[in-house]
C-alpha cells in the first residue's frame, strides 16, 4: 500500500496517488446500475384512438414543358411554338395561380431556349418551376 514508507528518514509528500478506493467505489456503482436499469423499462401500455379520413387527393394542375435538341417546344406532349408559349403561360396562371410547370430540356439544346422559355413563364405568372432529369 502507499501509505508510507518504511524508511526512517526525513518524509516526503507522496508523489503517487492512491486510486484504489476510487477503483473500488466506481466498480460497485456499475454493479448498482447494472441491477437497477432493468427495473426502471417498464412500460405503461396506452390506448390511442383510430382515426379514419380520406386521402387528399387535390394536386395541382402541371405543364409538362419538353424542350428536344432541335429546339422544338412541346406543351404536354403537344408541339407548340415560340411565340404562342407566353400566352399559354398567362392562360394556365389565370385559371390556377398553383400551376407547376415541369421542364425538361435535352442536354444538347442551346440555353437560351431554354431561358426564354424560363423568362416567358416567370413573366406570366408561374411562380412553380421543376426541372424533370432522365437517370
Request: aromatic share 6%.
Amino acid at each position: 500500500m502507499a501509505f508510507g514508507s518504511f524508511n526512517q528518514g526525513p518524509s516526503a509528500p507522496m508523489a503517487e496517488p492512491n486510486t484504489t478506493p476510487l477503483v473500488d467505489v466506481m466498480l460497485v456503482l456499475l454493479v448498482v446500475f447494472i441491477i437497477t436499469t432493468p427495473l426502471l423499462t417498464n412500460a405503461v401500455k396506452v390506448d390511442l384512438p383510430q382515426a379514419q379520413a380520406a386521402q387528399h387527393q387535390d394536386k395541382p394542375e402541371q405543364i409538362r414543358l419538353v424542350i428536344d435538341a432541335s429546339g422544338k417546344l412541346f406543351w404536354n406532349d403537344q408541339p407548340v411554338a415560340e411565340a404562342a408559349l407566353a400566352q399559354r403561360f398567362q392562360a394556365a396562371a389565370s385559371a390556377n395561380p398553383d400551376v407547376e410547370l415541369h421542364l425538361s430540356a435535352d442536354k444538347a439544346v442551346r440555353y437560351e431556349i431554354v431561358a426564354k422559355a424560363l423568362a416567358a413563364a416567370q413573366q406570366n405568372g408561374i411562380a412553380k418551376l421543376g426541372f424533370v432529369t432522365t437517370p
